[in-house]
């Protein structure tokens, strides 16, 4: 997608392949060979010996287009880089490439950080103003993508949360970025909690049953598949209410207006009380489109594609595209009643929004079932002529279920979001109460709320998108290991720390960063730096939990940092300060990368 090398801390792997990648690359045009190395054919690895230097790079994999042994190569390279305030030194050992840090260089740059803010949206440009290697790129990503017919549930966590965290990475790495979300407003399935409505609602409301207005609609989706089972009983056939909600659809499209003022009254309770979900999770959008504003325009194409023979008509007149070249076989894009289906109504919805907001690249966060859709949707989008077609990009993420089984939302067998997330505020409230810590954090149920979400996000997140999950809310909430609530105890900590630190010695030494010497204190330098090449990959592979991956290890070197290295009792208040210092740069890091993965802070627990 990107260079993500440029822009790097000086004192990260990542920089120094670049730096490797240039010298094998003058290497090799000396022997004729022309043309740039990739850094990430660079493998860089730790050394065995911390003597031998603090990373190390193999030359093998270059020997055979360079027609050199590897401890020539490396030999090669090291003479062509210079040493620099980077590098205390750089020597070939064998078949590697050794470099030794300069440890009081990266422990300054950090430091400065650190400062500069105070801890506040330094690191990762949190705060916006952040110039990385997306910078001037425009991506929209879209994520949710729910139906009005049911309430969010488990499913639905997992793709905002994995949409809002990339989307805040993407900006992190100087993205201009755009999130939408499309409301799935129109269809079958719409169709099938109005029939039901209409068969058993008797005229009542969300308000008139005291129930959630999202999670009241779709008690009629459930509602509508009791009764296909019911009316099927000892028949084959399809029942006689699926026929009535095709019957419903039919005259949806054609503007009745009994069944227009209906749909509009029960989508915006679906989409009212989806908002509120979305507001307790930290959960927002630049943008809504609604598919019953879209579906037309697809269908616009679709007709025009077929005039111009893209597409054919079939003999009960459906229209079809033949993919078969593309090795997708063939697909239906209109029925034979002329009515639209979900391929219609993307290709209508893409085509309005690049025409809405030019984008350089849309990212759609759907599940991993739908991978042949997408496949189908952006090879149509081609064929229709669209050059932007190509930058399309479908972000494909697993299934998650809990210990109990999978979901069905039409059988009513499904974790509904706001009881998952009332579920583990009342066990984080629990743990609050049962260590006595309610007056230390001020409000107990806000502080409950927050940590259910640190640990339901987390555990969404630290996991590749394309596994399937199983979440395991107790073990999510552990305050121990890696998890949501131990990187926020860890906050926490640090916070607690940086407040008795007021009128200590360490507030009153000169912070000095050639007195970081030990190995916990540079393995803590050293993580930090690294923090910009995480979110930098987080953006290039669109996945999260690399930075997640990051953030654990953040939190590990600083409690090894912690227990090793006396801070605020130093007994040189030059070292306390700068230990001080290093504390803030690590709280600092921590805040921004926390707000990347939608982990609310808490400076208290």
């Known amino acids: 997608m990107y260079d993500n090398s440029e822009n790097d801390n000086p004192f990260t792997a990542e920089a120094w392949k670049a730096k490797i990648a240039d010298a094998l690359a003058r290497v090799m045009k000396d022997q004729g060979v022309e043309g740039p190395v990739d ?52 020597a070939a050992q064998g078949p590697y490439v050794n470099v030794r840090l300069d440890r009081a260089a990266a422990a300054r740059a950090v430091l400065a950080g650190g400062a500069v803010s105070g801890g506040t949206a330094v690191f990762f440009g949190t705060d916006g103003a952040v110039s990385g290697p997306l910078t001037g790129v425009r991506i929209m990503v879209e994520f949710s993508s729910p139906n009005t017919n049911k309430p969010l549930h488990l499913g639905h966590l997992r793709n905002d949360v994995l949409g809002e965290s990339i989307s805040r990475i993407l900006a992190a790495a100087g993205a201009e970025v755009r999130k939408v979300c499309i409301i799935n407003d129109r269809g079958i399935h719409i169709c099938k909690s109005m029939i039901a409505y209409l068969e058993c609602g008797g005229g009542k409301t969300p308000g008139s049953e005291h129930i959630k ?118 697909k239906v894009l209109l029925r034979s009643d002329g009515t639209s289906i979900y391929i219609t109504q993307d290709i209508g919805t893409a085509i309005f929004r690049h025409r809405d907001w030019p984008f350089d690249r849309l990212v759609y966060v759907v599940g991993s079932e739908q991978r042949h859709h997408f496949k189908v949707l952006f090879a149509i989008l081609a064929r229709l002529g669209f050059d932007w077609a190509r930058s399309l990009y479908h972000l ?37 109460r049962e260590k006595e810590r309610e007056e230390a954090v001020g409000n107990p149920a806000e502080a409950a709320e927050k940590i259910a979400l640190g640990a339901l996000h987390y555990y969404l997140l630290q996991a590749s998108p394309l596994k399937d999950m199983l979440f395991n809310p107790k073990e999510s909430l552990s305050f121990n290991g890696n998890t949501g609530p131990y990187l926020q105890y860890m906050g926490a900590r640090i916070s607690s720390m940086l407040r008795k630190a007021g009128g200590s010695a360490a507030e009153k030494g000169k912070v000095k960063p050639e007195l970081l010497r030990s190995d916990a204190e540079w393995d803590l330098v050293k993580t930090i730096a690294g923090g910009s090449g995480a979110v930098n990959a987080a953006a290039a592979a669109m996945d999260p939990s690399l930075l997640a991956a990051w953030i654990y290890d953040l939190s590990k070197s600083f409690s090894r940092f912690y227990h090793d290295c006396p801070i605020l009792n130093a007994q040189d208040a030059d070292l306390a300060a700068t230990r001080l210092a290093l504390s803030r740069a690590v709280l600092g890091a921590l805040k921004d990368a926390l707000y990347l993965v939608c982990i609310p802070f808490l400076d208290v627990m």
């Open 39 to 90: 850094p990430s054919t660079v493998i860089a690895e730790v050394p065995p010996n911390p003597e031998m230097g603090d990373l190390g790079f193999p030359m093998f994999s270059f020997a055979k287009v360079m027609r050199k042994s590897p401890p020539q190569i490396a030999q090669a390279v090291a003479a062509l880089i210079a040493v620099n305030n980077n590098a205390e030194n750089i």
């Open 213 to 330: 207005s999202d999670r009241f609609v779709g008690d009629y989706y459930v509602k509508y598949n009791d009764m296909v089972l019911s009316e099927k009983k000892g028949k084959d056939e399809t029942s006689e209410a699926e026929g009535r909600a095709r019957e419903l659809l039919r005259k949806w499209e054609a503007g009745d207006p009994e069944t227009t003022a209906l749909w509009k009254l029960m989508n915006s309770w679906a989409v009212d009380g989806m908002k509120e979900t979305w507001k307790r999770t930290g959960i927002s959008f630049d943008q809504f489109y609604l598919e019953s504003q879209t579906y037309l325009l697809g269908k616009e194409e679709v007709l025009k594609g077929l005039e111009r023979g893209l597409f054919q008509k079939e003999a009960d007149g459906a229209v079809t595209a033949d993919l078969s070249a593309e090795n997708l076989g063939k």
């Open 396 to 432: 494909s993420y697993g299934m998650v279920n809990l210990p109990e089984g999978k979901m069905k939302s039409r059988e009513g067998v499904v974790v509904d979001a706001d009881d998952l997330l009332d579920s583990l505020r009342d066990m984080a409230l629990e743990e609050i």
